[in-house]
């Protein structure tokens, strides 16, 4: 099991990023959630088997289509057994 803490940024808001992350997730079966940040980043967390979060944290390097991803950056953290994707708010 592994957990990366996610910060994206660019014009990643007003895109759909969000709610493109949660069906990435879900397709891939990794935990954890998304949401958009005042500072007009997208933060998230994945936590699953090691290839899918590295999928994961790949789609979010290119982002749906009309994004423009400038920078993503990726901390690990110990995974702390969360279940279900979601997207917050």
Do not use: I
């Not at 899918?52 to 110990?78: I, N, T, Y």
């Amino acid at each position: 099991m592994e957990r990366r803490h996610v910060t994206v940024y660019g014009s990643v808001q007003g895109v759909g990023f969000r709610f493109a992350v949660e069906r990435a997730a879900r397709s891939r079966d990794v935990a954890g959630w998304v949401r958009n940040r005042p500072d007009g980043t997208v933060e998230a967390v994945f936590e699953g088997e090691p290839e899918d979060v590295e999928s994961l944290v790949e789609f979010c390097r290119a982002g749906p289509r009309g994004a423009e991803v400038e920078r993503v950056d990726v901390a690990a953290e110990l995974p702390e057994g969360v279940t279900g994707f979601r997207v917050a708010y």
